[in-house]
Each structure stands twice: as structure tokens, then as C-alpha cells.
């Protein structure tokens, strides 16, 4: 159990499909990442939300759409992806930004996303 | 942006201490050095950080140069659950903070 809980674990989607990835966490954190982890690639840093708002947008394309409605959940809404976007996505949490603290990031397990 | 440098791949008796170095020879004065480490189908896992002073907690230690441009990982008795891919990252300037992952080191504890 590492506080930061994933759904689902395993995802297979159409091209044409919507679909959502959710992750909570229990460690009373305030800023929320997610990355994305593609086969022999290093993680890549998507979107940052701290307190609820957007800091950082990776250049990410617009077919992933993130939302944090409160500072204990993340979405990551999937639309109209490729077959190249199949990769692990993992959502992390710190209690501030790494790196200005002694704030590490806490990761769930990821969601396996497969487009066909 | 400060970078690390890390050998591909490492082995390591079960039983002995493996020693996971890392170089990062443009790190500025307050930025930290964090490992975190991932084993096969899981999410990363924070194991340690530090500035300046040698760190040492459960899981393992941290051994950070005078100079601070290179730093090792110290697992004191590896098992072959330490099996993973270990990071070592140092804070990105300039983008709040936020942890940049390169490639690792791919260590394989053998029996």
C-alpha cells in the first residue's frame, strides 16, 4: 500500500473511445502529478496541480485532459488517443514541490493503458 | 537544469552491499539529491534524500562528496527484492520543483 491508489490497474481502449484514468491519495498531500511511462523511456512529467490549480502543462497533447477537484483526487480524461499514447501513466502526490522542502513524491502502482 | 549520470546496469551478490553511484557535477548549492528506485510493474519508490550531510535510514544510506558533484546509494545488505531500476534525480530549477527522471540503474541482485 503506498497511500497513492490507482484506477483501474489495466485499461484497453479503441481510438474512438473516452475513457478516464482516477487516482486518489490518503497521505494528506497537496500537490498532485501525473507522469506517463512509456516501454524503454524515461518517465515523463504530464500535468502539476498544486492546491487544487494547474501549475504545470508538460506539452501535453489536448487529448488528455487532467482535473483535480479537490487536493485528494486526479483524473486524467483520455480521448480520441493513438496507439502510440499506450504506455503506463502513474500519479504521484508530495506534501509541496520536491526539492524546495524535504517533500519526496509518493507514486501509485499506474495505470497499464493500451490503445487499439 | 542540474543532471545526473548513472551506469546502466550493476550486479550484486545477495547478501552484499551494493553501492549505486551517481554524478551530477552542475548541481547548485540548494538543490537535493533524492533516490528513488522501481521494481518491475510497480510505480517508483522514494527511498532517500539529502543537501550537504550523509543520510541513513531503513531502507538504506546516502553518501554525498564534499564538493556535492556525485553521490552513492548504499543498500547494506541487498536482497533479491532490491531487484529495480534506481533513480538518482536532483530538483529541476526552474519548473517549481518538480523531479525529472532519467534512465537509472538497472540493479540485479543475484543469489
Known amino acids: 500500500e503506498t497511500g497513492v491508489t490507482q484506477t483501474p490497474r489495466h485499461l484497453v481502449m479503441g481510438m474512438t473511445n473516452k475513457k478516464s484514468l482516477k487516482c486518489e491519495q490518503h497521505?494528506?498531500?497537496?500537490?498532485m502529478y501525473w507522469y506517463k511511462q512509456s516501454a524503454k523511456k524515461p518517465l515523463e512529467l504530464m500535468f502539476v496541480?498544486?492546491?487544487?490549480?494547474?501549475?504545470e502543462n508538460n506539452s501535453v497533447p489536448s487529448r488528455f485532459s487532467p482535473e483535480c477537484p479537490n487536493s485528494s483526487h486526479l483524473f486524467l480524461h483520455l480521448h480520441t488517443l493513438q496507439p502510440e499514447d499506450s504506455a503506463l501513466y502513474l500519479c504521484?502526490?508530495?506534501?509541496?514541490?520536491?526539492?524546495?522542502?524535504?517533500?519526496?513524491?509518493?507514486f501509485g502502482n499506474g495505470t497499464r493503458l493500451t490503445v487499439t | 537544469d542540474a543532471k545526473t549520470t548513472q551506469p546502466p546496469s550493476m550486479d550484486c551478490a545477495e547478501g552484499r552491499a551494493a553501492n549505486l553511484p551517481c554524478n551530477h557535477s552542475?548541481?547548485?548549492?540548494?538543490?537535493?539529491v533524492y533516490w528513488y528506485r522501481q521494481i518491475h510493474s510497480q510505480g517508483p519508490q522514494y527511498i532517500i534524500h539529502?543537501?550537504?550531510n550523509n543520510e541513513t535510514n531503513e531502507m538504506a544510506s546516502l553518501i554525498i562528496t564534499e564538493d556535492r558533484k556525485s553521490s552513492t546509494l548504499i543498500l547494506p545488505h541487498a536482497t533479491l527484492r532490491d531487484t529495480a531500476v534506481y533513480y538518482c534525480?536532483?530538483?529541476?530549477?526552474?519548473?517549481?520543483?518538480?523531479?525529472?527522471f532519467g534512465k537509472g540503474t538497472k540493479l540485479s541482485v543475484k543469489p
Open positions: 504521484a502526490s508530495s506534501q509541496a514541490f520536491p526539492g524546495q522542502g524535504n517533500s519526496p513524491l509518493h
Open positions: 497521505l494528506g498531500h497537496n500537490a
Open positions: 496541480y498544486n492546491f487544487k490549480e494547474q501549475t
Open positions: 552542475t548541481i547548485s548549492g540548494n538543490e537535493y
Open positions: 539529502g543537501l550537504k
Open positions: 534525480i536532483v530538483r529541476v530549477a526552474g519548473s517549481q520543483g518538480n523531479l525529472i
